[in-house]
């Protein structure tokens, strides 16, 4: 963390997280973000069980002010959320937008064709206009594969694109849902973290 710096210098009891999961057949991500400035503070990744998982994003959770943590639950993202239920996980819920379009507050999320094109579309805005900071290399790879969104799957030259599904969403349902206003300071810039960290958190 830097010369000097201790783990309150870097999280304080009163910020806000949120981070936002996916699981593929391959494997578990999942992405932090400060819920105030929106910036993406460390990422948990890897091919693990879904008890590893489990341990991993409670362990994770905790570490982040026992924050939010947001399950997509399309396939296996099903048992891995139930999973954090029977531990009695606090935070599982989010708010988000029903079919009709209605906001309500509901347990986990699912990534369909109505929200996964909006919210890549909003991400590479976000990106174009240097609105957000991606220190993630692997990340930045899958940006420069992608080719198109496809219902509820995004075409890449390579891969699956799991990363920008998981980053994309994760910020939209920030952005439209959880928060909707940027933390400013005083001068009115947007509120970033004091110094830099190592960004993957967790790389099993």
Request: aromatic share 10%; charged share 30%; proline share 3%.
């Amino acid at each position: 963390m830097g010369e000097g710096k201790t783990l309150i210098d870097f999280i304080n009891p009163g910020e806000k997280f949120f981070i936002f999961v996916t699981r593929s057949p391959t494997k578990t991500c999942g992405y932090i973000f400060e819920k105030e400035s929106k910036e993406i503070v460390g990422k948990v990744e890897g091919d693990m069980s879904i008890l590893m998982g489990c341990n991993m994003f409670e362990k994770t959770g905790r570490f982040f002010n026992t924050c939010q943590i947001i399950i997509d639950r399309n396939g296996e993202g099903d048992a891995l959320y139930l999973e954090m239920v029977k531990r009695q996980y606090p935070q599982l819920m989010c708010l988000q937008p029903d079919k009709e379009g209605n906001i309500v507050y509901e347990e986990g999320f699912r990534i369909n064709s109505a929200n996964l094109s909006v919210a890549v579309e909003s991400f590479k805005m976000k990106v174009d206009s240097q609105d957000i900071v991606v220190r993630d290399d692997s990340l930045v790879k899958e940006m420069g594969e992608l080719i198109s969104v496809e219902e509820d799957q995004l075409n890449l030259s390579f891969g699956d694109g799991q990363r920008i599904k998981t980053v994309s969403i994760g910020l939209w349902l920030l952005d439209n849902y959880e928060v909707t206003r940027l933390a400013k300071n005083p001068d009115g810039e947007k509120r970033t973290k004091k110094f830099s960290v190592p960004y993957t958190v967790f790389n099993y």
